[in-house]
């Protein structure tokens, strides 16, 4: 069994910054690729960013400039540091696993910008 544990959201003003944190425990032999998903009421969850085991990164064009996503194999952790957070950035943030072909979902953080 694999579990994913996120910390790191809450609530903060328009231009601040949030560090989201997923540590990934159980069952692991070796992850592929680690993420970030997020998601609002209504809609479908969309890809935030995502890190191969190599180093390889993607994001969404949405968040290019001001999210920077980082791991830790060492740890199992994906990070999502969050600079200039902006109202449309409201959302769920799901962290992801990709192990042996199967892929693993943390609980959600929520994440919100707000004055």
């Known amino acids: 069994q694999v579990q994913l544990v996120e910390s790191g959201g809450g609530l903060v003003q328009p231009g601040g910054s949030l560090r989201l944190s997923c540590a990934a425990s159980?069952?692991?032999?070796?992850?592929?690729?680690m993420g970030w998903f997020r998601q609002t009421p209504g809609k479908q969850r969309e890809l935030v960013a995502t890190?191969?085991?190599?180093?390889?990164?993607n994001y969404a064009d949405s968040v290019k400039g001001h999210f920077a996503i980082s791991r830790d194999n060492a740890d199992n952790t994906v990070y999502l540091q969050m600079n200039g957070l902006k109202p449309e950035d409201t959302a769920v943030y799901y962290c992801?696993?990709?192990?042996?072909?199967?892929?693993?979902w943390g609980q959600g953080t929520q994440v919100t910008v707000s004055s």
């Open positions: 992801y696993a990709n192990i042996r072909g199967f892929t693993y």
């Open positions: 159980g069952s692991i032999a070796s992850i592929n690729a």
């Open positions: 890190i191969t085991s190599g180093g390889r990164i």
